[in-house]
């Protein structure tokens, strides 16, 4: 199951009078200089001791707020909105996820009649929030649902209608998109109060929020015939760039870029590899190069579990470049010791 990773009684207003919600299996991810709010509603049936419903909130990936139906209480999740909001902010978090969780519930069974189900476990969930760009003001709004891991129906918040890309949604998209007063209240909902909860979420965590934290970068190859990954990890914000060069030019023959994963302590790791023959690499200098918005990264060298080393440039303020001296390459000792 993927899940993509409103407060205000406005957004629950919104859902209480609607039937319908799914997973979703997508997420654009923000560019530099963007700040995001998400929220992620998830309601499950079919499985015993976990909660039947869960919300949590996140501003630019960091977790600041949480809520199931087993605690039946919203707890704040980051030191800076503990100081920031007091307990009636946390009174109507609650109030607004008790609520949520009896409609989410009722939703489920609903769908399980339409998709003609009777058992086993479900899932239904939405993700919604909006995107502000803080250096050219540019704003953006989402929303998808899903059910069972699959698209169930999508806010094309440009045409402010909804779209189904199942038969069993085409009776919740026909219902909402002829409710007015609804679409109103989430266009005004997208584009002026989340981008306002935003702004000030991002005023109170600052001093996290806007931290950066340069990669580690490490390469790995289990012989002189195996592939060979650039491991960036320990960055933060999300956005990084991995790329090879083959003699100073740009090479994308045979390369795999995995995809940005969360690191237990907040920050990302992703890793690109190369597929190069043992004679391609020893005629050539291919380098790896990993750009990211941290601060400078200063020359340094890693040192490989057979003792060899291979030099890390510096790049001017964004770029780390790891290539291979000498023409040849040896294995690596693989950050956290994971060698794959």
Known sequence: ?????????????????????????????????????????????GISDFPEYTSVGQVDDEQFMYFDSNIKKAVPKTEWMRQSEGADYWDRQTQIGIGAHQVYKNNIQILKERFNQT????TVQVMYGCEFDDQTGETNGFRQDGYDGEDFLLLDLKEMRYISPVMQGFLTAHKWNNDRALLEARKHYFNTVCIE??????????????????????????????????H???????????????????????VEVGELLPNEDGTFQKRSTIRVTPEEWKNNKFSCVVEHQ?????????????????????????????????NTFRPVLFLYGCTL
Not at 13 to 39: A, D, E, M, P, W
Not at 119 to 122: D, E, F
Not at 303 to 316: A, P, V
């Open 1 to 45: 199951m993927n899940i993509i990773n409103k407060q205000l009684k406005l957004q629950y207003f919104c859902i209480s009078g609607c039937h319908f919600y799914f997973f979703v299996t997508q997420f654009k991810y923000c560019n530099i200089g963007t700040h995001s709010l998400r929220y992620v509603y998830t309601a499950v049936s």
């Open 294 to 326: 941290g601060k400078t990264m200063t020359a340094d060298e890693i040192r490989t579990n057979t003792g060899y080393l291979l030099k890390i440039n510096s790049k001017g303020n964004n770029h780390k470049t790891i290539e291979n001296k000498h």
């Open 119 to 122: 058992t086993g476990v479900h």
């Open 197 to 230: 909860w935003l702004q000030k979420y991002v005023q109170y965590g600052k001093s996290s929020l806007k931290k950066t934290v340069s990669p580690q970068v490490s390469l790995l190859q289990k012989s002189s015939s195996s592939p060979v990954t650039c």
């Open 232 to 254: 960036a990890t320990g960055f933060y914000p999300k956005e990084v760039t991995i790329s090879w060069m083959k003699n100073d030019q740009e090479h994308h023959e045979d």
